[in-house]
């Protein structure tokens, strides 16, 4: 065995150990600046924590950039380095396993922690000596010390073997195998790490008693960066499951899922309700639960993900900071419960509602029916951890159970989401919604039926479908008016923005709804030349590669898919990985997707493969989907960004 | 011009209800004995493979689970049969819909009760909302608020 | 407005929701022109936000709402009311959700299910309830009306209810869907031999030798070859083939005597003309 | 503000405070998802029906062995620890010549496969083919290698997940045999 650890390589573990006490120290300095200065009230010191921060950035940069540098050369003296990469590992992949396991995860999610509080830093840099926004950071920095101590002590991604191993043990295949891999974990940090911004304004609220709007007003453009991100990144991750993971689904209802799920719903929550509080001053209460809740949840699912508590399929491997995650989500729940029972009484809220049916009472309805969502996705993960501790039960709940619960929920919220742009604030007259809602209901009427005859059939799938169209109608019908009053300029801003991102979620929706309950399969036992059709689609099998790539066994089918050509699906048989991992692969198209795998590894010198056929109509568009909410939620921060602005500058004069 | 929209609206309705009913007639229960093999099977998770069902997974014991639902359906055995078959051979948790009785059905009891709990709640809010100010502008408040907004 | 920030919380606060409705009407006339809101709403938005200003500018301290008292006993009724209308919808829907253990009433769409009825419809049969085996199996072809097997027990009923006719027509939608069906095949051909006319007798034994060609497993055929061959053709040799055959093929006790009592009979009938 | 909203929020949040806390501490007690230990629902109750032409053409039943103990092995080729406790099966296969019987069962594998396993490994007895998994289901196999032991009179006494050795099999062959003397 090769001896190498010592001489120019161990250098990069050690700069990386340095990067991160470096953050450390940074972190802890700005947190006690601020606390000194906070506490003998010289607003002028404020400004030194930035200078902390900078510090604290400087290292998160160098301890990443040293982790990278180590996985790109291939540095097996570091212990991450050696159980996660190969020699053979393509660059792409040899990136991305810096979040491909437990250390380097957190390393990420500490730079990215680090990114935003310097964002905040720079733009808030003006009006640092503001007590709320003093405490805002303080609070981003308490979470940024918690993390940073993390990798300094329990998940230390910097630790060295002394004898370097010739090569490494690599990820496991199934992380391996897809560039989604490289971009959704990224996409999903950006989000939740993001939420830490709006929570520390929403604790800076609640510590220094200006309960008023204002810090709505900063906090919108974060709380959007972070919402998109999650977005894309939890749409990312259902993509990965559905090109990688070989079933044809995207969507397990798994724990893991669930748990990046949950602070997406109370965001999605929040970024309307913070709406109804800007506009009529209601809500304070509940928008900053909201927020606290958001931010709770996001270490929570860290924690389901982290510590064991709860099997998955993606959970990392059991280790030892569960006791830790959980005292740091206990800290963030008694804080949170505790700044609401103090501050509770002076969060009452000034507005006032006159009519349910109004656009207030649409932002109402939506938040009812988000929080039942979120509230019976939590309950279907933790409900097993329950009922196994009243009683030693093990019970499980999977997806008849969400499927029956969310279906309803997701239906009112499709109805809700259509009426909504058709009501006016404070109240509306029935013969003023029964104008504006007139089309869109139309369109609505004209989906289902357009639906039945393309074959859908059930209630519930029907009934989702034609409100899609409903929502689109109402939308379009928004958009329309914008921009016939005010050119393309209409579809920007907060509102324009939103009705795009409508359409998105509606297409997203089209998509779920037909892959969900139209799909079709079919098992076939194949030779080359047989064929086989499903769901109207002819495919030949014309020919079978079985060869070795390196030390693994890889079956290829080629299958001939009619009209659409030659697809490759594979298995893969890992000498270091027990059963066999298989490589599907996808037909795609806007009307159905041809899903193509191989159901088991093919006996040796055999032609006969098992091929799985799933098709599954519309799933593209919930790709499509994804893009046009993201596409939607950025016109609608662009606009936004200018107001802020002029606004800080404003007050800053 | 209001006569027109009823009648939009009646013929709306009635295509609507048309098409949901067209759709729920269309909809039919699982008949044949395949049907029913793949209902069962997509609702029993497998027991060594982290929240994937049986009908996804590629582990062993799901191609043994898959095999043996198929036999015994094949038998004409009923699905709470085959379910409380598989549970007494790998543990309760092997069924992904939680049972009605119990205390397992408070998992469905909960949330519905949450659901009525808060619109009750809601209403009430309404209700003690609407009692708010009156909020009639007077032109006091125009020249109170143009005298402020001049500056900026 | 700097000093303002600086001054005591209250005056702060104060201060923040005047700067915010500031910026709301700012914002609203902005996004007026943008054409986000109609006339309408943003009139009533406007002179809301304009008279929140204004009242607050006033520095109207008490805006609170005078909390209408409540009669607390009515209030705590309708906490009860929705507590039990909760409680109620959440045990109907875990009732009609949740997992129903073996034995358990009413399993949903189960007992529905055409292949659960045609098996009672058969029990049934077995029973010798003919009209009550009809009725299901009348139900069955309804909702399946392509099933083979209900089909053939539906021929096997009306066989029985001496309406061989209607017995054959079903049999044909078998045997067209699937022409190597033996069950189909073999109660055909039983019908059709059974009938007097030589021409139709013909088309049963050559319905059953199709039948047998296809190497059934149960006995059926064979016993009923036998008897054709037999009673009509005459054929002894065959017969005792046939019978052989079917006793091969683990026949219940009672036909077993029987076969092999008449397989005897027909050798000490041969004997004498073999000799 | 009237004291009676202060009191409301104080009372919600207190309730909030005490079932969040109640969860953490629920979370905190929980100990970490190791999987499912061996508890079987099979111990005790009669051995299910085992028998068939073994790869060796030779046929088993396991109703013919009911005055001596059998250990049935369900094993696969592709599994490591399988590997590694075949040659503690052939040993305990060797001193209980004349009062035992290994019976392996291949599981998530093909004949092929496990042919080549016994013509690599070695070993002489029984070998079954699981057609339609119908054992592995009965025995509640979840991942190879699993063993059960079956006493004489064809009870299953004892159930391992995972590698065993063939010193551990007769711990509870030797435990039990005492207890039956002892009788």
């Given at each position: 065995?090769?001896?190498r650890?010592?001489?120019?390589?161990?250098?990069?573990?050690?700069l990386?150990?340095?990067?991160?006490a470096?953050?450390?120290?940074?972190?802890?300095?700005?947190?006690?600046?601020?606390?000194?200065?906070?506490?003998?009230?010289?607003?002028?010191?404020?400004?030194?924590?930035?200078?902390?921060?900078?510090?604290?950035?400087?290292?998160c940069?160098?301890a990443?950039?040293?982790?990278?540098?180590?996985?790109?050369?291939?540095?097996?003296?570091?212990?991450?380095?050696?159980?996660?990469?190969?020699?053979?590992?393509?660059?792409?992949?040899?990136i991305?396993?810096?979040?491909?396991?437990?250390?380097?995860?957190?390393?990420?999610?500490?730079?990215?922690?680090?990114?935003?509080?310097?964002?905040?830093s720079?733009?808030?840099?003006?009006?640092?000596?503001?007590?709320?926004?003093?405490?805002?950071?303080?609070?981003?920095?308490?979470?940024?010390?918690?993390?940073?101590?993390?990798?300094?002590?329990?998940?230390?991604?910097?630790?060295?073997?002394?004898i370097?191993?010739?090569?490494?043990?690599?990820?496991?295949?199934?992380?391996?195998?897809?560039?989604?891999?490289?971009?959704?974990?990224?996409?999903?940090?950006?989000?939740?790490?993001?939420?830490?911004?709006?929570?520390?304004?929403?604790?800076?609220?609640?510590?220094?008693?200006r309960?008023?709007?204002?810090?709505?007003?900063?906090?919108?453009?974060?709380?959007l960066?972070?919402?998109?991100?999650?977005?894309?990144?939890?749409?990312?991750?259902?993509w990965?499951s559905?090109?990688?993971?070989?079933?044809?689904?995207?969507?397990?209802?798994?724990?893991?899922?669930?748990?990046?799920?949950?602070p997406?719903?109370?965001?999605?929550?929040?970024?309307?309700?913070?709406?109804?509080?800007?506009?009529?001053?209601?809500?304070?209460?509940?928008n900053?639960?909201?927020?606290?809740?958001?931010?709770?949840?996001?270490?929570?699912?860290?924690?389901?993900?982290r510590?064991?508590?709860?099997?998955?399929?993606?959970?990392?491997?059991?280790s030892?900071?569960?006791?830790?995650?959980?005292?740091?989500?206990a800290?963030?729940?008694?804080?949170?419960?505790?700044?609401?029972?103090?501050?509770?009484?002076?969060?009452?809220?000034?507005?006032?509602?006159?009519?349910?049916?109004s656009?207030?009472?649409?932002?109402?309805?939506?938040?009812?029916?988000?929080?039942l969502?979120?509230?019976?996705?939590?309950?279907?993960?933790?409900?097993?951890?329950?009922?196994?501790?009243?009683?030693?039960?093990q019970?499980?709940?999977?997806?008849?159970?969400?499927?029956r619960?969310?279906?309803?929920i997701?239906v009112?919220?499709?109805?809700?989401?259509?009426i909504?742009?058709?009501?006016?604030?404070r109240?509306?007259?029935?013969?003023?919604?029964?104008?504006?809602?007139?089309?869109?209901?139309?369109?609505?009427?004209?989906?289902?039926?357009?639906?039945?005859?393309?074959g859908?059939?059930?209630?519930?799938?029907?009934?989702?479908?034609?409100?899609?169209?409903?929502?689109?109608?109402?939308?379009a019908?928004?958009?329309?008016?914008?921009?016939?009053?005010?050119?393309?300029?209409?579809?920007?801003?907060?509102?324009?923005?939103?009705?795009v991102?409508?359409?998105?979620v509606?297409?997203?929706?089209?998509?779920?709804?037909?892959?969900?309950?139209?799909s079709?399969?079919?098992?076939?036992?194949?030779?080359?030349?047989?064929?086989g059709?499903?769901?109207?689609?002819q495919?030949?099998?014309?020919d079978?590669?079985?060869?070795?790539?390196?030390?693994?066994?890889?079956?290829?089918?080629?299958?001939?898919?009619?009209g659409?050509?030659?697809?490759?699906?594979a298995i893969?048989?890992?000498?270091?990985f027990?059963?066999?991992?298989?490589?599907?692969?996808?037909?795609?198209?806007?009307?159905d997707?041809?899903?193509?795998?191989?159901?088991?590894i093919?006996?040796?010198?055999?032609?006969?493969?098992?091929?799985?056929?799933?098709v599954?109509?519309?799933?593209?568009?919930?790709?499509?989907?994804?893009?046009?909410?993201?596409?939607?939620?950025l016109?609608?921060?662009?606009?936004?960004?200018?107001?802020v602005?002029?606004?800080?500058?404003?007050?800053?004069? | 011009?209001?006569?027109?929209?009823?009648?939009?609206?009646?013929?709306?309705?009635l295509?609507?209800?048309?098409?949901?009913?067209?759709?729920?007639?269309?909809?039919?229960?699982?008949?044949?004995?395949?049907?029913?093999?793949?209902?069962?099977?997509?609702?029993?998770?497998?027991?060594?493979?982290?929240?994937q069902?049986?009908?996804?997974?590629?582990?062993?014991?799901?191609?043994a689970?898959?095999?043996?639902?198929?036999?015994?359906?094949?038998?004409?055995?009923?699905?709470a049969?085959?379910?409380?078959?598989?549970?007494?051979?790998?543990?309760?948790?092997?069924?992904?819909?939680?049972?009605?009785?119990?205390?397992?059905?408070?998992?469905?009891?909960v949330?519905?009760?949450?659901?009525?709990?808060?619109?009750g709640f809601?209403?009430?809010?309404?209700?003690?909302?609407?009692?708010?100010?009156?909020?009639?502008?007077?032109?006091?408040?125009?020249?109170?608020v143009?005298?402020?907004?001049?500056?900026? | 407005?700097?000093?303002?920030?600086?001054?005591?919380?209250?005056?702060?606060?104060?201060?923040?929701e005047?700067?915010?409705?500031?910026?709301?009407?700012?914002?609203?006339?902005?996004?007026h022109?943008?054409?986000?809101?109609?006339?309408?709403?943003?009139?009533?938005?406007?002179?809301?936000?304009?008279?929140?200003?204004?009242?607050?500018?006033?520095?109207?301290?008490?805006?609170e709402?005078?909390?209408?008292?409540?009669?607390s006993?009515?209030?705590?009724?309708?906490?009860?009311?929705?507590?039990v209308?909760?409680?109620?919808?959440?045990?109907?829907?875990?009732?009609?959700?949740g997992?129903?253990?073996?034995g358990?009433?009413?399993?949903?769409?189960?007992?529905?299910?055409p292949?659960?009825?045609?098996?009672?419809?058969?029990?049934?049969?077995?029973?010798?309830?003919l009209?009550?085996?009809?009725?299901?199996?009348?139900?069955?072809?309804?909702?399946?009306?392509?099933?083979?097997?209900?089909?053939?027990?539906?021929a096997?009923?009306?066989?029985?209810?001496?309406?061989?006719?209607?017995?054959?027509?079903?049999?044909?939608?078998v045997l067209?869907?699937?022409?190597k069906?033996?069950?189909?095949?073999?109660?055909?051909?039983?019908?059709?031999v059974r009938?007097?006319?030589?021409?139709?007798?013909?088309?049963?034994?050559?319905?059953?030798?199709?039948?047998?060609s296809?190497?059934?497993?149960?006995?059926d055929?064979?016993?009923?070859?036998g008897?054709?061959?037999?009673?009509?053709?005459?054929?002894?040799?065959?017969?005792?083939?046939?019978?052989?055959?079917?006793?091969?093929?683990d026949?219940?006790?009672?036909?077993?005597?029987?076969?092999?009592?008449?397989?005897?009979e027909?050798?000490?009938?041969?004997?004498?003309?073999?000799? | 503000?009237?004291?009676?909203?202060?009191?409301?929020?104080?009372?919600?949040?207190?309730?909030?405070?005490?079932?969040?806390?109640?969860?953490?501490?629920?979370?905190?007690?929980?100990?970490?998802?190791?999987?499912?230990a061996?508890?079987?629902?099979?111990?005790g109750?009669?051995?299910?029906?085992?028998?068939?032409v073994?790869?060796?053409?030779?046929?088993?039943?396991?109703?013919?062995?009911?005055?001596?103990?059998?250990?049935?092995?369900?094993?696969?080729?592709?599994c490591?620890?399988?590997?590694?406790?075949?040659?503690?099966?052939?040993?305990?296969?060797?001193?209980?010549?004349k009062?035992?019987?290994?019976?392996?069962?291949?599981?998530?594998?093909?004949?092929?496969?496990?042919?080549?396993?016994?013509?690599?490994?070695?070993?002489?007895?029984?070998?079954?083919?699981?057609?339609?998994?119908?054992?592995?289901?009965?025995?509640?196999?979840?991942?190879p290698?699993?063993?059960f032991?079956?006493?004489?009179?064809?009870?299953?006494?004892?159930?391992?997940?995972?590698?065993?050795?063939?010193?551990?099999?007769?711990?509870v062959?030797?435990?039990?045999?005492?207890?039956?003397?002892?009788?």
């Amino acid at each position: 065995m090769l001896v190498r650890g010592t001489g120019s390589y161990v250098v990069i573990a050690l700069l990386g150990t340095f990067g991160v006490a470096v953050g450390f120290v940074g972190a802890i300095g700005g947190v006690m600046t601020l606390v000194s200065s906070l506490a003998s009230k010289r607003e002028e010191h404020h400004r030194r924590a930035i200078t902390w921060v900078f510090v604290m950035a400087g290292g998160c940069v160098l301890a990443v950039t040293a982790m990278e540098i180590g996985l790109l050369r291939d540095d097996f003296s570091m212990q991450y380095v050696a159980a996660n990469s190969t020699r053979a590992t393509p660059v792409l992949y040899k990136i991305a396993t810096l979040w491909g396991a437990l250390e380097g995860s957190l390393l990420l999610w500490v730079f990215v922690l680090s990114v935003y509080v310097t964002a905040v830093s720079i733009s808030f840099r003006r009006r640092i000596e503001d007590r709320l926004v003093a405490w805002a950071l303080l609070t981003m920095l308490v979470v940024c010390v918690f993390f940073l101590g993390l990798l300094v002590g329990p998940a230390d991604p910097f630790g060295t073997l002394s004898i370097a191993p010739i090569d490494g043990d690599g990820l496991n295949p199934l992380l391996r195998n897809h560039p989604l891999m490289a971009i959704h974990p990224v996409m999903l940090y950006l989000g939740y790490v993001g939420f830490t911004v709006p929570f520390g304004f929403a604790v800076a609220a609640l510590v220094t008693g200006r309960l008023g709007e204002g810090w709505l007003v900063l906090t919108r453009i974060w709380t959007l960066i972070a919402w998109v991100s999650l977005t894309v990144g939890i749409l990312l991750g259902a993509w990965w499951s559905y090109e990688v993971l070989g079933w044809g689904g995207y969507w397990a209802w798994d724990p893991v899922e669930n748990a990046s799920f949950l602070p997406w719903l109370t965001g999605t929550a929040f970024i309307h309700s913070v709406i109804v509080q800007e506009r009529r001053g209601m809500l304070r209460v509940w928008n900053l639960s909201l927020l606290l809740a958001t931010f709770a949840l996001t270490i929570f699912g860290t924690f389901l993900t982290r510590s064991g508590v709860i099997d998955s399929v993606h959970e990392f491997s059991a280790s030892s900071l569960g006791p830790l995650l959980l005292s740091f989500f206990a800290l963030i729940l008694v804080v949170s419960v505790a700044l609401v029972g103090w501050r509770g009484d002076q969060l009452r809220s000034p507005g006032s509602i006159d009519s349910p049916l109004s656009r207030e009472g649409a932002f109402l309805a939506n938040n009812l029916l988000f929080t039942l969502f979120a509230f019976v996705v939590l309950l279907g993960t933790v409900f097993p951890l329950i009922v196994e501790a009243i009683n030693g039960d093990q019970l499980a709940v999977g997806r008849p159970y969400f499927d029956r619960m969310l279906l309803p929920i997701g239906v009112a919220l499709l109805l809700v989401m259509g009426i909504a742009p058709t009501l006016t604030w404070r109240s509306t007259a029935g013969a003023v919604l029964g104008t504006r809602a007139l089309v869109p209901a139309a369109i609505g009427a004209a989906t289902m039926v357009l639906a039945l005859l393309f074959g859908a059939e059930g209630l519930g799938p029907v009934m989702g479908i034609g409100l899609g169209g409903f929502v689109i109608g109402s939308s379009a019908r928004h958009l329309v008016f914008a921009v016939v009053r005010n050119g393309w300029r209409g579809i920007t801003g907060r509102s324009g923005g939103g009705m795009v991102a409508h359409i998105g979620v509606s297409l997203l929706a089209f998509g779920f709804i037909a892959s969900t309950s139209f799909s079709e399969e079919g098992e076939f036992q194949m030779r080359p030349g047989d064929r086989g059709s499903v769901a109207g689609h002819q495919i030949i099998f014309v020919d079978i590669v079985d060869e070795m790539d390196g030390l693994n066994r890889v079956v290829r089918a080629q299958i001939h898919v009619e009209g659409r050509g030659i697809y490759s699906p594979a298995i893969t048989q890992y000498p270091t990985f027990g059963r066999p991992i298989a490589t599907p692969s996808v037909a795609t198209s806007f009307i159905d997707d041809v899903y193509l795998s191989l159901v088991a590894i093919p006996e040796e010198d055999s032609d006969m493969v098992v091929i799985r056929v799933l098709v599954e109509p519309l799933v593209a568009w919930m790709w499509v989907g994804g893009l046009v909410i993201a596409g939607g939620s950025l016109l609608a921060i662009v606009p936004g960004r200018r107001h802020v602005r002029a606004d800080s500058e404003e007050v800053g004069v | 011009m209001k006569q027109r929209h009823w009648i939009s609206w009646f013929c709306i309705a009635l295509v609507s209800s048309l098409a949901l009913v067209a759709a729920s007639v269309a909809d039919d229960p699982p008949a044949t004995e395949a049907e029913r093999a793949y209902e069962i099977k997509a609702t029993m998770l497998c027991p060594v493979c982290d929240g994937q069902n049986v009908l996804e997974s590629n582990a062993p014991v799901a191609a043994a689970i898959r095999a043996q639902v198929d036999e015994l359906v094949s038998e004409g055995r009923s699905d709470a049969e085959i379910r409380a078959w598989m549970a007494r051979q790998y543990g309760k948790d092997v069924n992904a819909n939680p049972p009605r009785t119990g205390i397992g059905s408070l998992i469905w009891i909960v949330p519905v009760f949450v659901a009525v709990a808060s619109t009750g709640f809601l209403v009430f809010a309404f209700r003690k909302w609407r009692v708010g100010r009156g909020s009639e502008l007077s032109d006091d408040d125009v020249t109170i608020v143009s005298s402020l907004r001049e500056p900026t | 407005m700097k000093e303002c920030t600086q001054s005591s919380s209250g005056g702060a606060k104060l201060t923040e929701e005047q700067e915010f409705l500031l910026r709301s009407l700012d914002d609203l006339e902005k996004e007026h022109s943008n054409g986000d809101l109609d006339d309408n709403e943003y009139e009533t938005l406007r002179n809301d936000y304009t008279h929140r200003l204004a009242t607050l500018t006033r520095s109207l301290a008490g805006f609170e709402t005078p909390s209408p008292s409540q009669n607390s006993r009515r209030y705590l009724w309708w906490i009860g009311v929705i507590a039990v209308v909760g409680i109620a919808a959440g045990y109907a829907v875990a009732q009609s959700s949740g997992l129903r253990a073996p034995g358990e009433p009413l399993s949903g769409e189960i007992d529905r299910s055409p292949r659960n009825r045609l098996a009672s419809a058969q029990s049934l049969f077995f029973a010798n309830d003919l009209e009550g085996a009809r009725g299901v199996i009348e139900e069955v072809l309804r909702d399946a009306p392509e099933m083979t097997e209900a089909l053939v027990l539906s021929a096997q009923i009306h066989e029985r209810m001496t309406n061989p006719l209607a017995a054959i027509r079903q049999l044909d939608q078998v045997l067209e869907s699937e022409p190597k069906n033996i069950d189909a095949l073999t109660l055909r051909g039983w019908i059709l031999v059974r009938i007097d006319e030589p021409d139709v007798q013909i088309e049963g034994i050559r319905s059953l030798d199709e039948a047998i060609s296809l190497q059934p497993v149960g006995f059926d055929p064979y016993v009923f070859r036998g008897f054709v061959a037999r009673e009509l053709e005459n054929d002894f040799i065959l017969a005792i083939e046939m019978y052989e055959m079917a006793l091969d093929r683990d026949p219940p006790d009672a036909m077993r005597a029987e076969l092999t009592r008449i397989i005897e009979e027909m050798s000490s009938e041969l004997q004498p003309t073999a000799e | 503000m009237t004291t009676r909203n202060v009191r409301t929020v104080r009372f919600i949040s207190a309730a909030m405070g005490l079932i969040l806390f109640g969860f953490v501490v629920m979370l905190a007690t929980r100990e970490g998802g190791t999987g499912t230990a061996s508890r079987s629902p099979l111990i005790g109750q009669l051995v299910p029906a085992v028998a068939g032409v073994g790869l060796n053409e030779a046929t088993f039943d396991v109703d013919d062995f009911s005055d001596s103990w059998v250990l049935i092995n369900f094993f696969a080729s592709w599994c490591v620890p399988c590997e590694r406790e075949h040659p503690q099966l052939a040993e305990w296969s060797r001193r209980h010549k004349k009062d035992g019987v290994v019976v392996s069962v291949p599981f998530g594998d093909t004949e092929e496969d496990a042919r080549a396993f016994f013509a690599d490994h070695g070993g002489d007895w029984p070998v079954l083919m699981d057609g339609d998994a119908a054992w592995a289901v009965a025995f509640g196999v979840l991942r190879p290698p699993e063993s059960f032991l079956v006493s004489p009179g064809g009870i299953v006494v004892a159930k391992w997940q995972g590698q065993i050795t063939a010193d551990e099999v007769d711990r509870v062959v030797n435990d039990l045999e005492a207890k039956a003397a002892d009788r």
